[in-house]
């Protein structure tokens, strides 16, 4: 009977000699990073005390334009935006029925 031939063990990735090495390896901005607020982005914990104080939305729409570290921070920036931008619209629409239902 033959035997099976023996199989090396599956390696993942082998450096090959000269191939440019990572080494920013651990410098923040990387995917394996936890994020800043118990793995949270700074963004989505701003978006949800957002629902608590209106103002952290407002804050994390600024941020959206300054803030550059952290890419993955972008998507909680964007909810804050998008939930500024509704209260806003939501402030404005309710003034404006407030000042003609006054009238009436």
Not at 16 to 24: K, R, Y
Not at 33 to 40: A, F, I, Q, S, Y
Not at 71 to 88: D, M, N, Q, S, Y
Request: proline share 8%; with cysteine.
């Amino acid at each position: 009977m033959a035997t099976a031939p023996s199989v090396p063990p599956l390696e993942l990735y082998k450096p090959v000699p000269g191939e440019a090495q990572d080494t920013e390896a651990g410098v923040r901005g990387h995917r394996n990073d936890r994020l800043p607020c118990c793995g949270l982005g700074i963004g989505w914990v701003l978006f949800i005390s957002g629902f608590f104080l209106t103002i952290p939305w407002y804050v994390g729409a600024v941020l959206l334009c300054f803030y550059r570290e952290e890419k993955r921070e972008k998507p909680g920036f964007i909810a804050c935006t998008v939930a500024a931008v509704i209260l806003t619209i939501l402030i404005i629409v309710m003034a404006i029925l407030d000042a003609v239902l006054v009238h009436y």
